[in-house]
């Protein structure tokens, strides 16, 4: 099954308090879903939500309003611990940093053993470490990393460890949050070419959360831009580079530098400043073609749409 | 065109407990007046390095200029004492660095940091220096600069930040300005406008840029010309389009190679395997050659010299030798190259 949802957010929000009287709506009424099998992009720069997001989907954060839904399923409210236990082998999240989301107490085995013990799923201790050795094998470390602590590894490295731990519970599905972001260029090929493999070989739905457009474009079947705690734009990744609609996403892929010189002279970079788009009305999300997705008001979803229909 | 910088056969290398890690190996390069020079490579590449030795900012004792001469206007500054460095430092040399979290001193005003160059270096009176520094902050972009002035690190917003620590490096009319990693830090609607704003600096005050980064996206739109650097030394220096449409090196194919552009449809990206080599004991021969899968036996051997592709390019690569079997960079690579000499075709008809 093609468009089987494996996760549906619904008018999620997210508030965190500061001070007595201040609000941050960090994450201000979002809905989306994700199918199983696809990689599912989340940009936006940073402050605008969209780690809250994914935190929040897998229950990190408590939500304020909302509702996030895994296979028809409450991810919030009130569960037992068996519930809790059986949700968390199921969602794993991979962490931008690889140095500060490894204990650096613990040995790469342990670390990556925690979730094995936590859930049982090894008998005993030969197979624990069968299981941590084939799983770094799978990363493209080798079995003796695994009595090494983190420090002894370069930053590509700890973040296939991280990539490893979250797999080695079989998730289903993989949240990961900016996984490439603190890496090297050529580093960051190999991580994104191995999270390629593991989604085909593992069947694995992902949630990418990144800035780096062209990466998320690379990686992701549908992308959603994020703008202060809203879903500005949602469509298939190559329909939001060809056709941009709302003014935010114009922004950000204007903005983005390209490895080539000839394009970037000729580059015109468009400013995206809220207040020109002030109304009156409240934008609502609005589907403006068959799954391409735009915050707009009335007036708005009228312009885009004649825009699309005379390309 | 006069030579501003010149650096000659730069070796830095620092003394740790676990022995002697040779960060630059050997560096040449020279900027001219009006210039961007970027500077391109992997963490560990040296790349830092080679610019805080430029300013004499390595930390002492443990790392130290080995051999090489630094040329700013003709005077070898290399062995400048710490005093006549300060003469030079901020005022005919400065530089912005990656994090405006860390670089920017957070008890202080940000209009007194801003000042602190001008009554040092030119001799102003605070109420010219006051004066000045509400021009700098209103040429890097920063609204209500009078309000601005007066307030504390923390309340500007990153990108913010990031223009302040322009302001304070442009505050002397430097002749030459080092950018380390500048925009890494920030946001790419925040990058872009950073790279404006240095950009149009640069044409008013016709100043020298040496820009460090790791993202050839970045290079592409600043740079004049381009120093790409592996392990300590640089292995291909061109102009930028001699190394964006026509790379020599390995490296740098890998590097282009692993960017994925936005109408790459490829399935798998191009890497470099494996990681930068230990700089504590650096690798015979070819750094490179290990992660390189067109290595030659003589790779292994002898390390190769900067060859001459054209009056402005050279690149250190066995290949190139006259000898050397012709090889073609990889498939996605040359797509690549070839995408990008079929956009420059469309620009041309335009």
Same mark, same amino acid.
């Given at each position: 099954?093609?468009?089987?949802?494996?996760?549906?957010?619904?008018?999620?929000?997210?508030?965190?308090?500061?001070?007595?009287?201040?609000?941050?709506?960090?994450?201000?009424?979002?809905?989306?879903?994700?199918?199983?099998?696809?990689?599912?992009?989340?940009?936006?720069?940073?402050?605008?939500?969209?780690?809250?997001?994914?935190?929040?989907?897998?229950?990190?954060?408590?939500?304020?309003?909302?509702?996030?839904?895994?296979?028809?399923? +409450?991810?919030?409210?009130?569960?037992?611990?068996?519930?809790?236990?059986?949700?968390?082998?199921?969602?794993?999240?991979?962490?931008?940093?690889?140095? +500060?989301?490894?204990?650096?107490?613990?040995?790469?085995?342990?670390?990556?053993?925690?979730?094995?013990?936590?859930?049982?799923?090894?008998?005993?201790?030969?197979?624990?470490?069968?299981?941590?050795?084939?799983?770094?094998?799978?990363?493209?470390?080798?079995? &003796?990393?695994?009595?090494?602590?983190?420090?002894?590894? +370069?930053?590509?490295?700890?973040?296939?460890?991280?990539?490893?731990?979250?797999?080695?519970?079989?998730? &289903?599905?993989?949240?990961?949050? &900016?996984?490439?972001?603190?890496?090297?260029?050529?580093?960051?090929?190999?991580?994104?070419?191995?999270?390629?493999?593991?989604?085909?070989?593992?069947?694995?739905?992902?949630?990418?959360?990144?800035?780096?457009?062209?990466?998320?474009?690379?990686?992701?079947?549908?992308?959603?831009?994020?703008?202060?705690?809203?879903?500005?734009?949602?469509?298939?990744?190559?329909?939001?580079?060809?056709?941009?609609?709302?003014?935010?996403?114009?922004?950000?892929?204007?903005?983005?530098?390209?490895?080539?010189?000839?394009?970037?002279?000729?580059?015109?970079?468009?400013?995206?400043?809220?207040?020109?788009?002030?109304?009156?009305?409240?934008?609502?999300?609005? &589907?403006?073609?068959?799954?391409?997705?735009?915050?707009?008001?009335?007036?708005?979803?009228?312009?885009?749409?004649?825009?699309?229909?005379?390309? | 065109?006069?030579?501003?910088?010149?650096?000659?056969?730069?070796?830095?290398?620092?003394?740790?407990?676990?022995?002697?890690?040779?960060?630059?190996?050997?560096?040449?390069?020279?900027?001219?007046?009006?210039?961007?020079?970027?500077? /391109?490579?992997?963490?560990?590449?040296?790349?830092?390095?080679?610019?805080?030795?430029?300013?004499?900012?390595?930390?002492?004792?443990?790392?130290?200029?080995?051999?090489?001469?630094?040329?700013?206007?003709?005077?070898?500054?290399?062995?400048?004492?710490?005093?006549?460095?300060?003469?030079?430092?901020?005022?005919?040399?400065?530089?912005?660095?990656?994090?405006?979290?860390?670089?920017?001193?957070?008890?202080?005003?940000?209009?007194?940091?801003?000042?602190?160059?001008?009554?040092? #270096?030119?001799?102003?009176?605070?109420?010219?220096?006051?004066?000045?520094?509400?021009?700098?902050?209103?040429?890097?972009?920063?609204?209500?600069?009078? !309000?601005?002035?007066?307030?504390?690190?923390?309340?500007?917003?990153?990108?913010?930040?990031?223009?302040?620590?322009?302001?304070?490096?442009?505050?002397?009319?430097?002749?030459?300005?080092?950018?380390?990693?500048?925009?890494?830090?920030?946001? /790419?609607?925040?990058?872009?406008?950073?790279?404006?704003?240095?950009?149009?600096?640069?044409?008013?005050?016709?100043?020298?840029?040496?820009?460090?980064?790791?993202?050839?996206?970045?290079?592409?739109? /600043?740079?004049?010309?381009?120093? /790409?650097?592996?392990?300590?030394?640089?292995?291909?220096?061109?102009?930028?389009?001699?190394?964006?449409?026509?790379?020599?090196?390995?490296?740098?194919?890998?590097? !282009?190679?692993?960017?994925?552009?936005?109408?790459? %449809? %490829? %399935?798998?990206?191009?890497?470099?395997?494996?990681?930068?080599?230990?700089? !504590?004991?650096?690798?015979?021969?070819?750094?490179?050659?290990?992660?390189?899968?067109?290595?030659?036996?003589?790779?292994?051997?002898?390390?190769?010299?900067?060859?001459?592709?054209?009056?402005? #390019?050279?690149?250190?690569?066995? !290949?190139? #030798?006259?000898?050397?079997?012709?090889?073609?960079?990889?498939?996605?690579?040359?797509?690549?190259?070839?995408?990008?000499?079929?956009?420059?075709?469309?620009?041309? %008809?335009?």
């Amino acid at each position: 099954m093609e468009n089987e949802k494996l996760l549906e957010v619904k008018n999620l929000q997210k508030f965190f308090k500061a001070g007595r009287k201040n609000t941050i709506k960090a994450v201000n009424g979002i809905s989306f879903d994700i199918y199983k099998g696809e990689t599912f992009g989340l940009v936006g720069e940073s402050g605008c939500g969209k780690s809250t997001t994914g935190r929040t989907i897998i229950r990190l954060y408590e939500a304020t309003g909302g509702e996030v839904k895994y296979k028809n399923e +409450s991810v919030h409210g009130k569960k037992s611990k068996e519930d809790m236990l059986k949700f968390n082998r199921k969602m794993q999240m991979i962490f931008q940093d690889p140095s +500060s989301s490894l204990n650096p107490r613990m040995t790469v085995m342990d670390i990556i053993a925690e979730g094995i013990d936590i859930h049982n799923l090894a008998k005993n201790e030969t197979e624990r470490k069968n299981r941590v050795e084939s799983l770094l094998e799978t990363v493209g470390l080798n079995k &003796e990393h695994a009595t090494r602590f983190p420090h002894e590894f +370069s930053g590509g490295q700890r973040q296939r460890i991280g990539i490893a731990r979250a797999l080695a519970v079989e998730p &289903e599905f993989i949240i990961a949050d &900016e996984p490439i972001s603190a890496l090297d260029v050529s580093i960051q090929a190999q991580v994104v070419n191995l999270l390629k493999k593991l989604q085909r070989e593992h069947n694995l739905t992902f949630l990418f959360i990144a800035h780096d457009l062209s990466m998320v474009k690379y990686i992701s079947d549908r992308t959603g831009v994020m703008y202060y705690g809203n879903m500005v734009e949602l469509a298939d990744s190559d329909e939001l580079y060809r056709n941009p609609l709302h003014p935010y996403t114009r922004s950000l892929l204007s903005a983005i530098p390209l490895p080539d010189p000839e394009y970037e002279r000729s580059r015109k970079r468009f400013a995206y400043d809220p207040a020109d788009y002030d109304t009156d009305e409240e934008p609502e999300f609005r &589907e403006v073609k068959p799954d391409h997705w735009v915050r707009c008001t009335e007036k708005e979803f009228q312009q885009y749409q004649e825009q699309l229909n005379n390309k | 065109m006069s030579k501003l910088l010149e650096v000659k056969d730069l070796s830095v290398s620092f003394n740790t407990y676990s022995g002697e890690v040779q960060a630059v190996r050997g560096v040449s390069f020279d900027v001219e007046k009006g210039e961007t020079l970027a500077i /391109v490579g992997e963490s560990g590449s040296g790349k830092s390095v080679t610019t805080k030795a430029l300013m004499q900012l390595l930390p002492k004792p443990q790392g130290q200029i080995k051999s090489g001469e630094i040329l700013f206007e003709g005077n070898d500054i290399a062995n400048y004492s710490n005093k006549q460095m300060q003469k030079i430092r901020g005022k005919d040399m400065s530089m912005v660095f990656q994090d405006p979290m860390t670089s920017l001193n957070p008890t202080m005003k940000v209009g007194n940091q801003i000042m602190e160059g001008l009554i040092k #270096h030119r001799n102003m009176g605070r109420g010219e220096a006051k004066q000045k520094a509400i021009d700098l902050l209103e040429q890097v972009g920063i609204p209500h600069p009078m !309000l601005r002035l007066n307030q504390y690190p923390h309340q500007f917003s990153g990108g913010m930040r990031q223009r302040a620590v322009v302001a304070i490096a442009l505050a002397c009319n430097p002749k030459v300005l080092i950018a380390d990693e500048p925009t890494t830090a920030l946001d /790419v609607t925040i990058q872009a406008q950073i790279l404006d704003l240095m950009k149009d600096i640069q044409r008013e005050t016709d100043s020298a840029i040496v820009f460090i980064t790791h993202d050839l996206g970045v290079v592409a739109n /600043v740079a004049d010309r381009v120093a /790409v650097m592996y392990a300590g030394k640089i292995v291909e220096i061109g102009k930028v389009d001699e190394i964006f449409y026509n790379p020599k090196h390995p490296y740098t194919w890998g590097l !282009l190679g692993s960017m994925p552009t936005l109408d790459s %449809e %490829e %399935e798998e990206l191009f890497t470099i395997p494996g990681s930068p080599p230990d700089m !504590l004991n650096p690798p015979k021969g070819d750094a490179f050659a290990p992660r390189n899968e067109f290595a030659l036996e003589i790779d292994t051997k002898m390390e190769p010299p900067m060859f001459k592709v054209s009056d402005t #390019h050279y690149a250190a690569s066995w !290949l190139l #030798h006259k000898d050397a079997p012709k090889m073609e960079p990889p498939a996605s690579v040359k797509r690549r190259m070839q995408g990008f000499a079929s956009t420059d075709d469309k620009d041309g %008809e335009e």
